[in-house]
């Protein structure tokens, strides 16, 4: 049966109005033709004419309503766009796979560009990843104890005394308080070799304020902190591992903890570290009213609180202040009234990492800076690999592949190339972790443990997609949007358009601007970690061997006691082969310890109700320790046997304080006196500032003066004689020879006596420097890979930008221009981009370093020497960076150059 | 008055049921109803392709392209199982309705 031609044509043009797809339309058009048809053959057959029998077939196609309109519910109109060659349907899942496979066959084409973006992936991720690991470990995971949003810090800027506490806890209506006293020591003796042991004095609700339960037995109950009932201990699980052997019957025993029985009620959780990691137990405070010494002026501890339900951080602040104040009239002597004046609540967590959050932060932005780089990187590298497939992207449109097509399919390229950085990064994450760790546990011991990777994987595969779609995004548009005729016609040479070249500089400067922000920085505190090397310590560390002789407490009770045992150990120190010389002191120099005393300085007024007494770190040292530690005496004499514990008290004062207190005139002569006692101590020297807190000079600002008391007269905060002191040994050979003699020596003397802390002040100064060079580590890491990655990127792009005018060069050198004239050509190029890279980092970094003035030492964070120094390392390594294309641009042999076209 | 959605109803019916022993092509099935109503009813080409375009998207009923030797490609519509269970389902319906329709004129007779 023949078909008549025409019905294929009637029924297209009833349809075009639908735009079906194509494919769909011309099986509609075959399936009506062929009705139409066999309507007009059964007609024929029947004896109508040929015209008539065409005319009635038509007439059933021109039913009302339309075939178009009847149609239109049922038949879906094509895609606005056309469909890319190799995508018969559109499926979102088929398409990803087709890209994903798309992108892996062309990286494998080139293993270089994909190897590069990786690696430069691998480190900008891995390090953020490794820092982020540490900063949620630290600020962002929750504390440990019941909802910890509740618990505030109320000791921000001072402590309050046991019957602060008790005061705070009767009249607090916002909050409950539990007091803990943080630097508590004792001996735990009894169970063979003794130990000095961290712990925490508590008031008995301190575990149910934090809402932590005890592994084992039981917490305190209410008023286990009063006298007669505070003879109890809670072991801290490693301590109960350690000496006990985790041994479960170990409740309701007796162990002798500072010389005195106390029984276990109980074993903490495993990761139960509070205040700190290093607390190996806690006891009840004894909190006795009837001794108002021990009550009012001494042990003045920090205190937690939670808020109570309902109440918000400021009403607590409100009422803290209020309460801080009132106490005052409650003090059995006179208290400062700059003591209230400052007491505040503030979260928990800030007030635990305080000396944490800033560092880490400022490591964070700088880790972040060098993922920054690393995406300009990348982003430069793939603009320069999408302008090498300008060919293939405009064929691909050509043949029908849409803008947004081609865009994705760039942008997944993007995106697996960052998710492979994110896999490296991860292993690399990991592997950087302990490195950083070890190097900022120094600063602080809060850094806490380790978290499951989960946040961080979390972390790198978000950043991985993100930073994907970020460097991915400007090329994939730029790429996608071209001229399609020009693009077949001349290759890909010399089509690099502007917008591609403007976007790449931009890259690059950007780059270099970031690169030079991480340099200064590294500069700065490479610069301050020097300066802090050159500090004169105010002794002779040299030769000198330390170690710590920590008798309990109770020994001290009988001063005399004490004294005789010191003076028995360093007679007998002297004695052993080796030592030249042995003293002891309270604390060592640089050991961050604060033995400070409220004193009465001769001569200056004291207001006791308007003003606390000032403080000074006060010393007790033997005879020969000025001698010994080489600290020199600038007037007056030092201590000698004289000066026992019944003659005139006397004491040395540091110069800065002579010449703080008596700046015009001698402090030989003048007094001092700690506030509780009733007569005066005699300047009779002046010796030379030490730093004793640590190497940068820093001290706590309460601290205004500093003094040393002859061991036989001093007295601590508590009023008692220091027990626990230094042994300090001068030594004409190796320190470690000596070690084994001063032990056996100690052991003799006094078998329950530990000892701990030995070292050898050499390495006391090398620790001070510590956190400075943990920073200056750090940072130094990532302004290196910061350099390397600014340093490839530009000699990406120039040597890019040469090959692409190759052409141009060609032509110059053939009209006459000279290879010296080239290379100054293409190195200007290179100039002009590190210039305005330098120009803009060195804005940046004069903003940014501020927030690195707390960690640098006798620099200024626009110390600018080291500004100097960072744009002559930065333009020599661009310049190199540009050297090589600049050479192989003058080289450009003109014919083939212009051949080549 | 018949309403839309009876008419609509009835006229998937009766495709359903021409095709439920043997696949047909579209003038077949058009031929078949005017053949058999004689010529009271009519599908035209511009209602009954839609309707069977929407039938298949159902998945009621399913279009084959079939050759045979000298012939141009036909697409047969064969019914499916959905179709051939709404079919039962549509012709108890119709039934109820019929027999509805037959109770009240009757009564209204009587």
């Not at chain 1, 031609?5 to 099986?27: F, K, M, Q, T």
């Amino acid at each position: 049966m023949p078909e008549h031609p025409d019905w294929r044509n009637e029924i297209a043009i009833r349809l075009a109005s639908l735009d079906l797809p194509p494919a769909r339309e011309s099986e509609i058009v075959e399936e009506l033709a062929a009705h139409l048809n066999d309507d007009y053959h059964r007609l024929l057959a029947s004896g109508t004419s040929e015209p008539e029998a065409r005319e009635i077939a038509l007439e059933d196609l021109d039913q009302r309503p339309e075939l178009a309109e009847t149609m239109r519910g049922v038949e879906r109109p094509a895609p606005a766009h056309p469909i890319a060659l190799g995508t018969p349907r559109r499926s979102a899942a088929g398409d990803l796979w087709r890209d994903l496979r798309y992108a892996l066959r062309s990286f494998k084409r080139s293993p270089g560009f994909a190897a590069l973006a990786v690696l430069s992936l691998a480190l900008g991720i891995g390090g953020n990843a490794a820092m982020f690991r540490i900063v949620h470990a630290a600020l962002i995971r929750p504390l440990p104890y019941a909802d910890p949003d509740r618990l505030v810090e109320a000791s921000n800027s001072g402590y309050y005394p046991p019957g602060g506490l008790v005061d705070l806890q009767q009249h607090s209506r916002t909050m409950e308080f539990a007091g803990y006293n943080p630097g508590l020591e004792l001996n735990l003796t009894g169970l063979g070799q003794p130990w000095r042991l961290k712990g925490s004095a508590v008031s008995a609700n301190l575990f149910q304020i934090l809402g932590v339960g005890v592994a084992l037995g039981r917490a305190f109950q209410p008023g286990e902190d009063q006298p007669g009932r505070d003879n109890l201990v809670i072991l801290s699980h490693e301590l109960w591992q350690d000496q006990f052997a985790g041994d479960r019957h170990i409740l309701g025993r007796v162990v002798m903890l500072g010389g005195a029985g106390r029984m276990v009620v109980g074993v903490a959780p495993r990761s139960f570290a509070f205040p700190d990691p290093g607390t190996r137990f806690w006891i009840p405070l004894h909190l006795d009213p009837r001794d108002p010494t021990a009550y009012w002026a001494r042990g003045f501890m920090p205190v937690v609180a939670r808020l109570r339900p309902g109440v918000s951080l400021v009403q607590a602040q409100r009422e803290i202040a209020s309460l801080s104040v009132r106490m005052l009239r409650v003090f059995p002597y006179p208290m400062g009234r700059d003591w209230a004046a400052g007491m505040t609540v503030v979260p928990l967590r800030r007030f635990l990492t305080r000396d944490l959050r800033l560092k880490l932060l400022v490591l964070q932005c700088a880790v972040g800076l060098v993922l920054l780089i690393a995406c300009a990187n990348v982003a430069g590298l793939l603009l320069a690999r999408t302008a090498s497939r300008q060919k293939e992207i405009a064929l691909r449109v050509a043949l029908g592949a849409s803008r947004a097509r081609i865009v994705r399919q760039l942008l997944t390229e993007s995106v697996v190339l960052a998710l492979a950085g994110g896999s490296l990064g991860v292993a690399l994450a990991f592997a950087a972790d302990s490195v950083l760790r070890s190097e900022l546990q120094a600063t602080s011991n809060r850094l806490g443990a380790a978290d499951s990777g989960w946040p961080v994987l979390a972390l790198i595969a978000g950043l991985s997609l993100v930073t994907g779609l970020i460097f991915g995004l400007a090329p994939a548009l730029i790429a996608s949007r071209q001229d399609l005729a020009a693009a077949i016609k001349t290759g890909a040479q010399r089509t690099a358009g502007i917008a591609r070249a403007r976007l790449r500089s931009a890259l690059i400067v950007g780059e270099l601007a970031l690169a030079v922000v991480l340099t200064v920085s590294a500069g700065l505190l490479i610069r301050s970690l020097w300066k802090l090397a050159q500090v004169n310590p105010g002794f002779q560390p040299e030769h000198v061997l330390t170690l710590r002789v920590a008798p309990n407490e109770s020994l001290c009770r009988q001063r005399a006691a004490c004294i005789a045992l010191y003076n028995e150990v360093l007679r007998r120190a002297r004695e052993i082969p080796g030592v030249q010389g042995a003293a002891a002191a309270n604390t060592l120099p640089l050991s961050s310890a604060v033995p400070a005393s409220a004193v009465k300085v001769e001569g200056l007024p004291y207001v006791p109700s308007e003003h606390a007494a000032p403080m000074f770190w006060a010393g007790a040292v033997t005879p020969g320790y000025f001698r010994l530690m080489g600290i020199p005496i600038l007037q007056g004499r030092s201590f000698d046997g004289i000066d026992g514990e019944k003659s005139t008290p006397v004491i040395v004062v540091s110069a800065a304080t002579a010449r703080r207190y008596w700046p015009r005139e001698s402090a030989i002569g003048k007094h001092v006196q700690l506030v509780w006692e009733d007569r005066w101590r005699t300047v009779v020297g002046v010796a030379g500032d030490v730093r004793q807190f640590d190497l940068a000079g820093h001290a706590p600002d309460y601290v205004r003066g500093a003094m040393y008391m002859p061991y036989a007269q001093a007295e601590d905060t508590d009023r008692r004689l220091p027990a626990v002191m230094s042994l300090i040994v001068r030594t004409n050979t190796d320190p470690g020879s000596v070690v084994t003699g001063i032990r056996e020596l100690l052991g003799q003397l006094n078998a329950n006596v530990p000892v701990d802390e030995l070292r050898t002040m050499v390495s006391l100064v090398d620790e001070s420097t510590q956190q400075s060079r943990s920073m200056m580590w750090i940072f130094a890491g990532f302004a290196a890979v910061a350099l390397v990655l600014a340093a490839v990127g530009a000699y990406g792009v120039v040597s890019y930008s040469t090959a692409q005018r190759t052409f141009e060069i060609g032509v110059r050198v053939a009209l006459g221009a000279g290879r010296r004239s080239v290379f100054q050509l293409v190195l200007g190029q290179s100039l002009r981009l590190v210039m305005a890279g330098l120009a803009i980092g060195l804005a940046a970094s004069l903003a940014l370093t501020r927030l690195l003035a707390s960690f640098l030492y006798g620099t200024s964070p626009t110390d600018p020497a080291i500004l100097i120094a960072v744009c002559g390392m930065l333009a020599a390594v661009a310049l190199l960076a540009g050297y090589l294309p600049a050479r192989k641009a003058a080289a450009i042999d003109p014919l083939r150059a212009l051949r080549a076209e | 008055m018949q309403n839309i959605e009876l008419k609509k109803g009835s006229a998937e019916l009766l495709i359903l049921s021409l095709i439920e022993d043997q696949p047909r092509h579209g003038y077949d099935i058009s031929k078949l109803i005017e053949q058999r109503s004689a010529g009271t009813v009519k599908f035209r080409v511009t209602s009954l392709y839609p309707l069977l375009y929407r039938l298949e998207q159902r998945g009621w009923i399913d279009g084959r392209w079939v050759e045979k030797a000298g012939q141009r490609r036909r697409r047969y519509y064969r019914l499916t199982k959905e179709g051939l269970r709404v079919l039962a389902a549509q012709r108890r319906g119709w039934l109820e309705f019929v027999d509805a329709i037959n109770r009240i004129a009757g009564l209204e007779n009587a």
